[in-house]
Antibody
Framework: QVQLVQSGAEVKKPGSSVKVSCKVF????????ITWVRQAPGQGLEWMGR????????NYAQKFQGRVTLTADKSTSTAYMELSYVRFEDTAVYYC???????????WGQGTLVTVSS | QSALTQPRSVSGSPGQSVTISCTGT?????????VSWYQQYPGKAPKVLIY???KRLSGVPDRFSASKSGSTASLTISGLQAEDEADYYC??????????FGGGTKLTVL
């Protein structure tokens, strides 16, 4: 059984960076892509990007190009999402997800709340 | 990459059927057969119900079905049950190894 465990909640000041981790238990970490999705309070889901750990190539939604960096450490089966120059509107729950369905991941982490506050 | 268009809310009585639409463009929904549907309860992570337009994930009741015509995908829930009350999101491959979600639809079971 595949399980994704994300790092804990963060509070960040505007202009700083935040890095969220996602450790994958079970399954084959390198084989499946890791997708990152966020959800602002009371809002819908927003696709941010994905990374294929085996080749360490990330693909990003246009909105996040240049501000989000996805990485993966195969030795620890952990994926990371770093968001730089955070703004108040980046306050959201950030999810990682994976699975055999590249465009429909069926295993999700519990979510990490990132709050941007001055 | 604009969000796909979904109705903000739909409702139905137990036992009835409801359909949620998801409208995109030829660059996403209309261009690829990679539309998925997610169910999300408040405070919980989304759960995929349907992938590749109309394939049900193992364990998903056959009350849930989906299809696509042109640039509009649809999710139909038949025999509505109280537990179906949740938010539903469509998602489509949008080219260049990216995806885009719909704005979400709140389903109320009356």
């Amino acid at each position: 059984q595949v399980q994704l465990v994300q790092s804990g909640a963060e509070v960040k000041k505007p202009g700083s960076s935040v890095k969220v981790s996602c450790k994958v238990f079970g399954g084959t970490f390198s084989t499946y892509s890791i997708t990152w999705v966020r959800q602002a309070p009371g809002q819908g889901l927003e696709w941010m990007g994905r990374i294929v750990p085996d080749v360490a190539i990330g693909n990003y939604a246009q909105k996040f190009q240049g501000r989000v960096t996805l990485t993966a450490d195969k030795s620890t089966s952990t994926a990371y999402m770093e968001l730089s120059y955070v703004r108040f509107e980046d306050t959201a729950v950030y999810y990682c997800a994976t699975g055999s369905g590249i465009w429909s991941p069926d295993y999700w982490g519990q979510g990490t709340l990132v709050t941007v506050s001055s | 990459q604009s969000a796909l268009t979904q109705p903000r809310s739909v409702s139905g009585s137990p036992g009835q059927s409801v359909t949620i639409s998801c409208t995109g463009t030829s660059s996403d929904v209309g261009g690829y057969n990679y539309v998925s549907w997610y169910q999300q309860y408040p405070g919980k992570a989304p759960k995929v119900l349907i992938y590749d337009v109309s394939k049900r994930l193992s364990g998903v009741p056959d009350r849930f079905s989906a299809s696509k015509s042109g640039s509009t995908a649809s999710l139909t829930i038949s025999g509505l049950q109280a537990e179906d009350e949740a938010d539903y999101y469509c998602c489509s491959y949008a080219g260049s190894y990216t995806s885009v979600f719909g704005g979400g639809t709140k389903l109320t079971v009356l």
